[in-house]
């Protein structure tokens, strides 16, 4: 059983920094890309940032220059640093990760979510 565990969520003033994580755990064989994704109140769920294993990332527009997106593939683990937080990155922030339990066998996880509010 893959499960896809998200931490470092919360309330932040804007300007300020917050940084997620989201540990791969279970049956895992190989992990390609692995991402972020956000869904605010109203709005449908939109790319944040993602990364391949090898280190090439891409970034939405709205984030660029802010957010950075990193991995440790030796922990199955993906990092997203996100600094001069406006009110506009209010949203639960999902992870996912296109990963494969068994050879031949890949498909994309994704986590439960963790809510960041940027509000003063």
């Known amino acids: 059983q893959v499960q896809l565990v998200e931490s470092g969520g919360g309330l932040v003033q804007p300007g300020g920094s917050l940084r997620l994580s989201c540990a791969a755990s279970?049956?895992?064989?190989?992990?390609?890309?692995m991402g972020w994704y956000r869904q605010a109140p109203g709005k449908q769920r939109e790319l944040v940032a993602a990364i391949t294993s090898g280190g090439s990332t891409n970034y939405a527009d709205s984030v660029k220059g802010r957010f950075t997106i990193s991995r440790d593939n030796a922990k199955n683990t993906v990092y997203l640093q996100m600094n001069s937080l406006k009110p506009e990155d209010t949203a639960v922030y999902y992870c996912?990760?296109?990963?494969?339990?068994?050879?031949?066998?890949?498909?994309?996880?994704w986590g439960q979510g963790t809510q960041v509010t940027v509000s003063s």
């Open positions: 996912n990760a296109d990963l494969a339990a068994r050879p031949g066998s890949p498909r994309r996880y």
């Open positions: 279970g049956s895992i064989f190989s992990i390609n890309a």
